[in-house]
């Protein structure tokens, strides 16, 4: 019989990351995931601080370097990023890793495989927090995602 204080099955199968990219009101990269052994990619930016008028881009970005290095790659574009107007908003993209290799094999890099998200808000102080879930991994592994704690 097995235990249901043993059950994982989530954290086996998607992996949470989490960042705060301070000032955003100029275009930023918010941090590069490698999609190489995963099928997708969720991205969810929430405006928690408001100063100026809110998010005024949202779009997935890929590259062939996992620093973001190379040529970037639109993958998607929000819709309505400035809905995201008032503390609490939140906006919400995903993409396939199929999305990712047909965008890159048709615009350049073909290999591009690492993954952003690059934001955009009106004013300095409008401050976002950006967390990626890559999800459907290859092989399941116990423990993809965990605890985040900063030093």
Known sequence: MTSPQGYVK????????SF??????SATDVGWVDMKN???????VLL?????????????IANEQS??????VIIKTHAAP??????GDRLVME???DEIRQEGVQNNPPTARYVSVKVT???????TAVTYRQYGPKVATLALDGDQISA
């Open 82 to 87: 400035t809905t995201a107007n008032a503390a």
């Open 38 to 44: 995963y099928n997708g990619f969720r991205a969810d």
């Open 48 to 60: 928690h601080t408001l100063a100026g008028t809110g998010i005024t881009a949202f779009l997935i």
């Open 20 to 25: 705060l990219p301070g000032d955003v009101s």
């Open 10 to 17: 989530d954290l086996a199968n998607a992996k949470t990351t």
């Open 67 to 72: 620093d973001g290095g190379g040529t970037d």
């Open 121 to 127: 808000a009106n004013n300095s102080g409008d401050l």
């Open 95 to 97: 993409c396939s890793a």
